[in-house]
């Protein structure tokens, strides 16, 4: 682990210890990985996924509730 990500888990260890935690240890963790799609990976459309909006969204939820 880099001196950076060493500092960045101690501030995060600190402020887990408050209410409402500004960053937690395991978000500097995701934080270490790339998390963003390659340019040339396939979309929705590729992947035949339709995108449904977000008052279709709670609705299905709502009624599998």
């Keep these: 682990m880099t001196s950076t990500a060493t500092v960045w888990n101690a501030?995060?260890?600190v402020a887990e210890l408050l209410p409402a935690a500004?960053?937690?240890r395991?978000?500097?963790?995701?934080?270490?990985h790339d998390n963003v799609a390659a340019i040339d990976a396939p979309g929705l459309k590729e992947l035949d996924i339709k995108?449904?909006?977000?008052?279709?969204?709670?609705?299905?939820?709502?009624q599998r509730a």
Excluded at 26 to 32: G, K
Excluded at 51 to 62: F, G
């Design 11 to 13: 501030l995060a260890g």
């Design 26 to 32: 395991n978000q500097v963790d995701l934080m270490r």
């Design 22 to 24: 500004p960053i937690t």
């Design 51 to 62: 995108p449904l909006d977000i008052d279709e969204v709670i609705r299905l939820i709502e």
